[in-house]
């Protein structure tokens, strides 16, 4: 379906204004894919074993049973806030809408940095797990970054991934849906095949420890759920993607629904990390567990299924599965990232060039450009730039979680007639906020698990003196008047 254009009566001196508009044709089950697909990437392969080591199995799970809850209330405020905004870029209208620009400008800017830097980080990681899938492809190294080499093997996969996950952006909403849905149920067939010769060849002694350290339980308990949780909310972001590309809902797709499909990828991904610290529990006893990870394999729950069971195939498994992971991850935050940056320009908080449409495939071809730039890049910079990306993607999207609960509990109060087809309770609200400021003083308080690095810090406030940047070059325009950007950015919800 061909989007129209739009155009509105604005001021005597102006007879119209023209807002571009995405095509209209994601469903419901594209949503739950863009969502539940952009959430598990390839950490799960990296990480699980720590989970274990550091937590036990029990204190893993739990950690991630009660991380989703505990995210649940920020889902919901999500939901509330997307059902009753549905439109291209998410926290751009929501924080426009109960702030005004200033606040929705670096708010939507230091976010993007989230999903920009994502897309790096994924090339990087597909190069290195191709050569961990095919070993005999390995090259000598070009040159060394950071203590870590870089070869044609690493550079290459990476490259191509970055160009095919352009070029399906590039080609429409619907041809992106489609790969992100196929791609999920790829990596769900081959997670529940694995798993299954985990639960049916395991054995359940190996679940001992179920918490980690020695001494009363009071003490081990909490401890071991402490040392898992305060990861819980980066390996459970995704569902965020669902807001940024709301306003290419299908007709059918009712606002509720979209509420209802950010809410259930938060519950559907906390079952499946659940699922996969119970089934690596299942495989190995902790001893063996940790002369895996002492050898610093990059990949160690393939090793896992290698060693214990002697299944090579079920360890090839893990390996495409991460595969799958890694593309679903880049595409559906490539696609949110490019949503976010085409609703800025489109606002006027960013030059207009973001907000180009493409002519046919109806795609924001400008955005999609400048973060497959980022993309590629990422291959030739190697495993250097991996840590750094993830630190400092992580806290500025849990400073915009926070920014939005407030946007959400500003507008009960300065909008209560706006209809909220997904509506929740104020205590909610109020809890949500309180996880939202436990999770940033995670990232700042010095001394806490997730405290940000100089290096970190200097990326964040690069890329903010960046956006300022194109934010001024777009302001000193002066052609927008109030009522103009207002419609701009919140449509016919203004």
Same mark, same amino acid.
């Given at each position: 379906?061909?989007?129209?254009?739009?155009?509105?009566?604005?001021?005597?001196?102006?007879?119209?204004?023209?807002?571009?508009?995405?095509?209209?044709?994601?469903?419901? +089950?594209d949503?739950?894919?863009?969502?539940?697909?952009?959430?598990?990437g390839?950490?799960?392969?990296?990480?699980?074993?720590?989970?274990?080591?550091?937590?036990?199995?029990?204190?893993?799970?739990?950690?991630?049973?009660?991380?989703?809850?505990?995210?649940?209330?920020?889902?919901?405020?999500?939901?509330?806030?997307?059902?009753?905004?549905?439109?291209?870029?998410?926290?751009?209208?929501?924080?426009?809408?109960?702030?005004?620009?200033?606040v929705?400008?670096?708010? !939507?800017?230091?976010?993007?940095?989230?999903?920009?830097?994502v897309?790096?980080?994924?090339?990087?990681?597909?190069?290195?797990?191709?050569?961990?899938?095919?070993?005999?492809?390995?090259?000598?190294?070009?040159?060394?970054?950071?203590?870590?080499?870089?070869?044609?093997?690493?550079?290459?996969? %990476?490259?191509?991934?970055?160009?095919?996950?352009?070029?399906?952006?590039?080609?429409?909403?619907?041809?992106?849906?489609?790969?992100?849905?196929?791609?999920?149920?790829?990596?769900?067939?081959?997670?529940?095949?694995?798993?299954?010769?985990?639960?049916?060849? %395991?054995?359940?002694g190996?679940?001992?420890?179920?918490? !980690?350290?020695?001494?009363?339980?009071?003490?081990?308990?909490?401890?071991?759920?402490?040392?898992?949780?305060?990861v819980?909310?980066?390996?459970?972001?995704g569902?965020?993607?669902?807001? +940024? !590309?709301?306003?290419?809902?299908?007709?059918?797709?009712?606002?509720?629904?979209?509420?209802?499909a950010?809410?259930?990828?938060?519950?559907? %991904?906390?079952?499946?990390?659940?699922?996969?610290?119970?089934?690596?529990?299942?495989?190995?006893?902790s001893?063996?567990?940790?002369?895996?990870?002492? +050898?610093?394999?990059?990949?160690?729950m393939?090793?896992?299924?290698?060693?214990?069971?002697?299944?090579?195939?079920?360890?090839?498994?893990?390996?495409? !599965?991460?595969?799958?992971?890694?593309?679903?991850?880049?595409?559906?935050?490539?696609?949110a990232?490019?949503?976010?940056?085409?609703?800025? %320009?489109?606002?006027?908080?960013?030059?207009?060039?973001?907000?180009?449409?493409?002519?046919?495939?109806?795609?924001?071809?400008?955005?999609?450009?400048?973060?497959?730039?980022?993309?590629?890049?990422?291959?030739?910079?190697?495993?250097?730039?991996l840590?750094?990306?993830?630190?400092?993607?992580?806290?500025?999207?849990?400073?915009?979680?926070?920014?939005?609960?407030?946007?959400?509990?500003?507008?009960?109060?300065?909008?209560?007639?706006?209809k909220?087809?997904?509506?929740?309770?104020?205590?909610?609200?109020?809890l949500?906020?309180?996880?939202?400021?436990?999770?940033?003083?995670?990232?700042?308080?010095?001394?806490?698990?997730?405290?940000?690095?100089?290096?970190?810090?200097?990326?964040?406030?690069?890329?903010?003196?960046t956006?300022?940047?194109?934010?001024?070059?777009?302001?000193?325009?002066?052609?927008?008047?109030?009522?103009?950007?207002?419609?701009?950015?919140?449509?016919?919800?203004?």
């Amino acid at each position: 379906m061909k989007p129209m254009s739009s155009t509105v009566k604005i001021d005597p001196g102006r007879t119209s204004i023209k807002r571009e508009q995405l095509e209209r044709v994601i469903s419901f +089950q594209d949503y739950i894919a863009i969502g539940f697909g952009a959430m598990i990437g390839v950490g799960w392969v990296m990480y699980a074993g720590k989970w274990l080591e550091q937590g036990g199995v029990l204190g893993a799970a739990l950690a991630f049973v009660l991380g989703g809850l505990l995210l649940v209330p920020i889902g919901k405020c999500y939901a509330e806030l997307t059902s009753a905004l549905p439109l291209a870029g998410g926290e751009v209208a929501f924080t426009y809408k109960a702030f005004g620009p200033a606040v929705s400008f670096m708010t !939507a800017w230091l976010l993007s940095l989230n999903y920009v830097a994502v897309a790096p980080f994924e090339t990087i990681a597909i190069g290195a797990l191709f050569e961990a899938i095919f070993p005999a492809l390995a090259r000598e190294a070009l040159y060394t970054l950071g203590g870590y080499p870089v070869a044609w093997s690493t550079i290459l996969p %990476g490259v191509a991934a970055g160009c095919w996950v352009v070029w399906i952006n590039w080609r429409g909403a619907k041809d992106m849906a489609r790969f992100q849905t196929l791609v999920t149920a790829g990596l769900l067939i081959c997670t529940l095949l694995f798993c299954a010769a985990a639960f049916l060849k %395991g054995d359940v002694g190996n679940l001992k420890p179920l918490f !980690a350290g020695t001494g009363s339980l009071w003490v081990t308990v909490p401890a071991s759920i402490a040392s898992v949780i305060v990861v819980v909310p980066f390996f459970l972001s995704g569902f965020d993607c669902i807001p +940024q !590309a709301a306003e290419e809902a299908g007709l059918k797709v009712q606002p509720r629904k979209l509420g209802t499909a950010i809410v259930s990828v938060l519950l559907v %991904g906390t079952a499946f990390y659940v699922i996969i610290i119970l089934a690596l529990g299942l495989s190995t006893d902790s001893t063996k567990l940790s002369e895996i990870l002492a +050898q610093k394999a990059m990949l160690p729950m393939a090793e896992v299924f290698r060693v214990s069971f002697g299944y090579e195939w079920a360890a090839k498994l893990v390996l495409v !599965a991460a595969l799958f992971g890694l593309l679903t991850t880049l595409n559906g935050l490539f696609m949110a990232a490019t949503r976010l940056l085409f609703a800025q %320009g489109r606002g006027g908080l960013l030059p207009h060039w973001f907000a180009a449409v493409h002519p046919v495939h109806h795609t924001p071809m400008n955005a999609i450009l400048f973060v497959g730039s980022i993309a590629i890049i990422g291959p030739f910079i190697g495993k250097t730039g991996l840590s750094v990306i993830v630190s400092s993607g992580a806290t500025v999207f849990t400073m915009a979680l926070v920014i939005t609960v407030a946007a959400a509990l500003r507008l009960r109060r300065t909008c209560p007639e706006m209809k909220r087809p997904y509506r929740i309770g104020l205590p909610t609200m109020w809890l949500a906020l309180l996880v939202g400021v436990f999770l940033v003083l995670l990232m700042v308080v010095p001394g806490s698990p997730g405290q940000l690095g100089p290096t970190e810090f200097a990326v964040i406030v690069i890329w903010a003196s960046t956006g300022v940047l194109f934010n001024y070059l777009r302001r000193r325009h002066r052609d927008l008047s109030i009522r103009e950007q207002n419609y701009l950015i919140l449509g016919a919800y203004k």
